[in-house]
């Protein structure tokens, strides 16, 4: 069984930050890549930022330069560090991995997600 769930998220003035982070737990042998993405009513979940196992990273131009992502192996956790963040960054963000359950055994997996609302 394995669970991701996310936290951090909140109401914050524009310009101002927010970490979100999302813990991983259960019956993990291996995480490959983890992410986020977010989503507003009316429109498709959008990727907000990857990071794989190495550590390289991909970000939307709509967030390059203000957010930040990151990961601890040793905790099954990835982070979302976003900085001078826009009322356009409001959302439900989501957390994303591939996780194997065992060597041979990998699936896709979804928090269930986290509001974050910037207000002007």
């Known amino acids: 069984q394995v669970q991701l769930v996310e936290s951090g998220g909140g109401l914050v003035q524009a310009g101002g930050s927010l970490r979100l982070s999302c813990a991983a737990s259960?019956?993990?042998?291996?995480?490959?890549?983890m992410g986020w993405y977010r989503q507003v009513p009316g429109k498709q979940r959008e990727l907000v930022a990857t990071?794989?196992?190495?550590?390289?990273?991909n970000y939307a131009d709509s967030v390059k330069g203000r957010f930040t992502i990151s990961r601890d192996d040793a905790k099954n956790t990835v982070y979302l560090q976003m900085n001078t963040l826009k009322p356009e960054d409001t959302a439900v963000y989501y957390c994303?991995?591939?996780?194997?359950?065992?060597?041979?055994?990998?699936?896709?997996?979804w928090g269930p997600g986290t509001q974050v609302t910037v207000f002007s």
């Open positions: 994303n991995a591939e996780i194997y359950r065992s060597p041979i055994r990998k699936g896709d997996y």
């Open positions: 259960g019956n993990i042998f291996r995480i490959n890549t």
């Open positions: 990071i794989n196992s190495p550590g390289s990273t």
